[in-house]
């Protein structure tokens, strides 16, 4: 029903509208065989890691978007939400340099969200 790209775009939006910080969607078509995106933010605190990761396992819901997999939440340093097509990775703002993802992940293209979270 939901393509990958609806569903990142709906796990943008939830996550920039708990002001998620530094939202990268990489493109890992092809170079994955995980997930078509990955969507990779931060939150400042636990708090705010928590938030984002539930709001965007509720806006997920309310679209009949499957959340296969939500792990790391009690914790809020890296939460790992599986939504199928889509792998979010919300880091709490100390861990995200740590992990690194974007350079681990280099090879795959930055995939666009402006139009996403200009709405």
């Known amino acids: 029903m939901n ?7 709906t796990a943008a939006k939830a996550a920039d509208s708990k002001r998620a910080e530094n ?3 990489l ?3 092809g170079i994955s065989l995980i997930a078509d995106y990955f969507l990779i933010c931060h ?7 928590q938030a984002i990761s539930r709001e965007i396992k ?9 959340v296969n997999k939500l792990e790391g939440l009690e914790e809020a340093r890296w939460v790992l939400i599986d ?5 979010v990775h919300v880091f709490h ?3 995200r340099s740590y992990y690194n993802l974007e ?6 293209p930055v995939e666009d969200l402006t139009s996403e979270l200009s709405q």
């Open 83 to 87: 939504l199928g097509d889509v792998v």
């Open 58 to 66: 509720d806006k997920a819901g309310e679209l009949d978007i499957h």
């Open 103 to 108: 350079r681990l992940w280099g090879d795959a």
């Open 27 to 29: 493109k890992m078509k």
């Open 3 to 9: 393509n990958g790209r609806e569903i990142l775009a």
């Open 23 to 25: 939202l990268i969607a």
């Open 93 to 95: 703002k100390d861990e």
């Open 43 to 49: 939150g400042n605190s636990d708090k705010q890691v």
